[in-house]
Structures are given as structure tokens and as C-alpha cells.
């Protein structure tokens, strides 16, 4: 499991409070969460805006990595500075990560940056969890017997 030291928070500038470390330790334990989820895995003691606002910092520093797949709120990791991506279930949501694509890659490298100055790619698959895989497969072979 990922995780980030005092250490680690003082080396990026930050200073250790217990917002942060509950964050920390909560997003350890909940990856791909995003700062609702993480505020309950917390608690009632700090609210979804100092959530959110402990989040923003890490990102800021890179201690945490930020993901927005489409049509999901902002999603937080503690898996930073490798080149790994992301599989998301069309049915559920459920996050999954992968490593770094083997074989042909996805496009990674533009033809064309516009001038920008390329820093990271992101690839981000879609699919069916193996959960809603079994779901399906238990709920069409249900509705399809006969009383």
C-alpha cells in the first residue's frame, strides 16, 4: 500500500496536522475515493471542505494524484510518479489501476503537441467489473427460469 510519511508532507512544504494525516491514512485505505467518501471513511470530525481543501494541497505537491473520469466527481490516489492508468466499470463506477500498457501502447506520444510541452499521457479504459459481470450472469440465468 501507497502511503506518505510526516516526512514526506514537511520535504513538500506542508505542515503535519491531523486533517491531513486522517486523509492520508483514510485515502490508504480507500483508493480512487473521492473527498465525500473520504469524509466518511473519516468522520464526523472534519467537514468535506477541509476535505477537499487537504486534497488540493497534496495534489499541488504531487503527493497524491488526481483522476476525473467521465461523468465522476474528482477521484484521489496515493499512487503518484509511476506511469500506470485506470480501468473504470461502465456499471458501477468501481476503479481499478493499470500498469503501464504492454504490446501496441494507446497513443502516448501526439503528433502534434500545439506547442505544448508534453508532460504526462493518460488512458483511461472502460468495462464491465468481474462484480457486474456476475451480477448480470446471475440475473439473466434467475429471470430466465420458469416457475
Not at 514526506?8 to 503535519?16: C, E, I, P, Q
Not at 504531487?62 to 461523468?71: D, K
Not at 501496441?104 to 468495462?127: K, M, R, Y
Request: glycine share 8%; with cysteine.
Amino acid at each position: 500500500m501507497e502511503t506518505i510519511t510526516e516526512s514526506d508532507l514537511r520535504t513538500a512544504g506542508l505542515k503535519v496536522t491531523s486533517s491531513r494525516l486522517a486523509v492520508i491514512d483514510a485515502l490508504g485505505k480507500n483508493p480512487h475515493s473521492n473527498a465525500e467518501l473520504l469524509r466518511a471513511a473519516i468522520g464526523t470530525e472534519i467537514s468535506v471542505q477541509s476535505v477537499h481543501n487537504v486534497l488540493a494541497d497534496l495534489t499541488r505537491v504531487s503527493l497524491v494524484r488526481r483522476i476525473e473520469p467521465a461523468g465522476s466527481a474528482a477521484l484521489y490516489e496515493l499512487r503518484v510518479g509511476d506511469n500506470h492508468h485506470h480501468v473504470v466499470c461502465t456499471n458501477c463506477g468501481a476503479v481499478g489501476d493499470v500498469d503501464c500498457a504492454v504490446g501496441h501502447a494507446p497513443c502516448l506520444h501526439p503528433s502534434d503537441s500545439n506547442g505544448f510541452t508534453i508532460s504526462s499521457a493518460e488512458v483511461t479504459f472502460w468495462g464491465v467489473c468481474s462484480a457486474c459481470q456476475a451480477f448480470s450472469t446471475a440475473s439473466s440465468t434467475t429471470n430466465g427460469r420458469t416457475s
